[in-house]
């Protein structure tokens, strides 16, 4: 059978464009819902609007996060993921197959690193992110944040 119709292309490359995959991962939930293809159940709302709630602490609206140092907003993106990765444990089904994409968008995170090596044998193969890199991550635990807390409305709303 082949996939929905609306269903985003499979994979990009890692670590480009965040913001954009997570939009497609966004249009694709608005449209199940919009279809009542996914029906959240009230504990879905509620581990939604609580991941919601986790996200928005963890990475602050854009002038605040970008005014601290590139460790601390690494700190607060790998907060966004175990976020993502706590709620994920305690969930089955759309809205756990929602966070489990957002999860692997948003993981080039964990290949990033704030401190400078010596040399990168050092590393792991942890690289430094652009700061452009980080303002993407942040745009798109945002617009995560906003879908979140939408869910069991109308339609998740964009941010």
Same mark, same amino acid.
Request: no cysteine; hydrophobic share 40%; charged share 25%.
């Given at each position: 059978m082949p996939p929905h119709p609306t269903q985003p292309s499979d994979r990009q490359p890692a670590g480009t464009d965040m913001r954009a995959q997570i939009a497609d991962l966004v249009t694709e939930?608005?449209?199940? /819902?919009r279809d009542g293809l996914?029906?959240?159940?009230?504990?879905?709302?509620? =581990?939604?609007?609580k991941a919601a709630t986790g996200l928005a602490e963890a990475v602050r609206p854009a002038a605040e996060q970008e005014a601290l140092p590139t460790i601390k907003r690494l700190e607060h993106l790998?907060?966004? =993921?175990?976020?993502?990765?706590?709620? /994920?444990?305690?969930?089955h089904g759309p809205l756990a197959w929602f966070l489990a994409r957002a999860s692997t968008t948003l993981s080039p995170v964990l290949a990033w690193r704030a401190l400078p090596a010596a040399n990168e044998r050092q590393t792991f193969g942890a690289? =430094?992110?652009?700061?452009?890199? =980080?303002?993407?991550?942040?745009?798109?635990v945002r617009h995560l944040?906003?879908?979140l807390a939408h869910t069991g409305g109308q339609t998740p709303g964009h941010r």
């Open positions: 939930a608005e449209t199940q /819902l996914w029906k959240p159940t009230p504990e879905d709302v509620a =581990l939604a609007r790998r907060e966004a =993921l175990a976020v993502l990765a706590i709620t /994920l444990a305690r969930t690289t =430094l992110p652009t700061p452009e890199e =980080l303002h993407d991550a942040e745009d798109a944040h906003t879908t």
